[in-house]
């Protein structure tokens, strides 16, 4: 199995930036798909972007594109998103996820058999 640890979380001003990092371990592989999920208070945790397998595609939730970018280091087994133009509606706590034995994410929890601890990300208006 995966381990995985976010880090870089904290506070922002609307329309500021962030940096998110997602630091695997154990039985880490470039073929897994790797994603980003959030969840608010009171809401469900939802999906925000995934990158594939040797990092040859993104894709993202509408709410994120064109603001958040993920991307991913397999050589330092680092998976990264970057999130600009931030809103107060994206605080949340961030959740790494792995997809181990699959090159493309998804956007369901389920599909996916790693999770970090997730690291808190609050946006000020």
């Known amino acids: 199995q995966v381990q995985l640890a976010e880090s870089g979380g904290g506070l922002a001003q609307a329309g500021g930036s962030l940096r998110l990092s997602c630091a695997a371990s154990?039985?880490?592989?470039?073929?897994?798909?790797m994603s980003w999920f959030r969840q608010a208070p009171g809401r469900e945790r939802e999906f925000v972007g995934g990158?594939?397998?040797?990092?040859?595609?993104?894709t993202y939730a509408d709410s994120v594109k064109g603001r958040f970018t993920i991307s991913r280091d397999d050589a330092k087994n680092t998976v990264t998103l970057q999130m600009d133009r931030l809103k107060p509606e994206d605080t949340a706590v961030y959740f790494c996820?792995?997809?181990?034995?699959?090159?493309?994410?998804?956007?369901?929890?389920?599909?996916?058999?790693?999770w970090g601890q997730g690291t808190q990300v609050t946006v000020s208006s």
């Open positions: 996820a792995a997809r181990s034995g699959r090159l493309s994410p998804s956007r369901l929890g389920r599909d996916y058999d790693s």
């Open positions: 154990g039985r880490t592989s470039s073929t897994y798909a």
């Open positions: 990158i594939s397998g040797y990092g040859r595609s993104t």
